[in-house]
């Protein structure tokens, strides 16, 4: 029985990954683009999962003739370890793979002076995972027809969102494991409190009864 629900339920899981991969498709990304004045950073925060291929692309361009460009870009991982950096640049790239899971945060800072450099325009794009595969090498070095290669994407889709699911499965026991040893460690505390104001109460009764006893008050 016990094994009967574990298909099942894996099943189930299979089932809701084909569908959400028919659904979503080529989750290809276009690219963001922005403006950045002079003097300013901005940065884009990306909650990647471990063991995860992540690459980037990144082009600048200056809103007057100037050929100057000081951009500097970084990118660091969870643990604050600089993954890539580089200064003065208009155009580059970077990719590398994921050791834990966690916000990978990618920076852009104009280095510019106000006063003399004008703001910078910024399009860059940043895929992991599936998005970041070069399925036409694959395709070229597994000598793949284009309906295989489609079927190889699809697939690998697939098993992506599956991984997803049971990846968020397993943050929600961990959310869940961490709420009620939350929760059992309020009730103890309030346990403990109660405790100690009536230990506090009786004391301080039995002190004032002494009190006025030895004033002869009562």
Request: with cysteine; hydrophobic share 40%.
């Amino acid at each position: 029985v016990e094994m009967s629900n574990r298909r099942r339920c894996a099943g189930g899981l299979a089932v809701q990954a084909l569908l959400l991969a028919a659904i979503l498709g080529d989750r290809g990304v276009d690219g963001l683009g922005f403006d950045l004045p002079s003097s300013k950073v901005k940065c884009f925060s990306e909650e990647i999962s471990g063991n995860t291929l992540v690459v980037g692309t990144y082009e600048v361009t200056a809103s007057s003739s100037q050929q100057n460009m000081p951009i500097e870009i970084q990118v660091t991982d969870p643990l604050e370890k600089v993954l890539h950096s580089k200064e003065d640049v208009s155009k580059g790239s970077f990719a590398f793979t994921t050791t834990i899971a966690g916000d990978y945060i990618l920076c852009f800072h104009n280095r510019g002076l106000s006063s003399i450099q004008d703001q910078r325009h910024v399009k860059f794009t940043l895929k992991h995972g599936i998005d970041a595969k070069d399925y036409t090498q694959l395709m070229n070095s597994d000598h793949l027809s284009p309906l295989e290669t489609e079927v190889r994407k699809a697939r690998d889709q697939m098993t992506a969102i599956y991984d997803e699911m049971i990846d968020q499965k397993h943050r929600e026991t961990q959310l869940r494991d961490l709420a009620e040893a939350m929760c059992e460690r309020v009730v103890a505390f309030a346990i403990f409190t109660i405790i100690v104001l009536t230990g506090t109460g009786a004391w301080q009764g039995h002190y004032l009864h002494n009190y006025f006893k030895r004033k002869k008050i009562i």
